[in-house]
């Protein structure tokens, strides 16, 4: 299984396990869980269950939510047009408090942009420019991260640390709350600027025979004042974790 990046804070992945460390095999399939908290005021936590459906070839690469074409591909850096599923949504009727119920509800969404990742001895950066294609947020993400690999037998060990940056109006859309919302729920209305919200994760594959393989990702998120400060929001953090395994024909 490779190592996925779903963004604890947005559900996005370039993002939060999604940047391969290693090539990946030809041809991956397995099932995994992601975990999630809701930043959402009176939200459900989500428990999301995801096929791994992983395939690595010379020109087109697919893992479980995104796939792409590389532009270069060597052994230390990959570059490739990509195409991400988000799942980030806000649903009012799964929501437990009146007011948030009648606020709009926010969709999940496709994005499309540009990956890169460089490898050397020093560790991994990876980073990815994505921005929404089917105008629900007309939003913009970039994602920046650093992880140093760590391998103890079967057991690889991958911390890291980053950040990612939203447009103003990726949080309008999931994070906004508009003159017309206010006045029909009573909830003040806001408009956040863009935004960058720092994070660590920690990846743990371990090879648990010569196809099959087990891995658990987690991020902690601090989310920043333009995110923390929506009346939507109640919280200033945020937790994700992903645990799966596949089997590499």
């Not at 996925?4 to 990946?24: D, G, N, V």
């Not at 600027?193 to 891995?215: F, K």
């Amino acid at each position: 299984m490779n190592y996925f990046k779903l963004s604890a804070l947005t559900i996005i992945l370039p993002c939060a396990f999604t940047s391969a460390l290693t090539q990946a095999e030809t041809l991956s399939l397995g099932a995994s869980v992601l975990y999630a908290q809701s930043p959402y005021r009176g939200g459900q936590d989500r428990y999301l269950p995801i096929p791994i459906i992983n395939y690595e070839g010379d020109s087109f690469w697919f893992r479980s939510l995104q796939g792409g074409y590389y532009l270069w591909k060597d052994q230390q850096d990959q570059l490739s047009l990509t195409l991400v599923g988000s799942p980030q949504k806000y649903d009012p009727k799964d929501n437990d408090h009146s007011d948030m119920k009648a606020l709009d509800k926010r969709r999940m969404t496709l994005m499309a942009g540009a990956t890169y990742r460089h490898t050397a001895e020093w560790g991994v950066v990876r980073t990815a420019l994505l921005g929404d294609v089917l105008n629900n947020s007309n939003g913009i993400i970039w994602d920046l991260t650093w992880l140093y690999p760590v391998k103890l037998g079967q057991l690889t060990l991958t911390p890291g640390i980053g950040a990612l940056w939203s447009s103003a109006n990726q949080n309008r859309y999931y994070f906004g709350v508009s003159d017309h919302e206010s006045t029909r729920t009573g909830i003040n209305s806001y408009d956040p600027d863009d935004s960058w919200n720092p994070y660590v994760e920690l990846n743990a594959s371990y090879q648990l025979s010569t196809q099959w393989n087990a891995t658990v990702s987690g991020r902690y998120t601090r989310l920043a004042s333009e995110v923390k400060d929506s009346p939507m929001v109640d919280r200033d953090d945020q937790v994700s974790v992903w645990t799966g395994i596949s089997y590499s024909f």
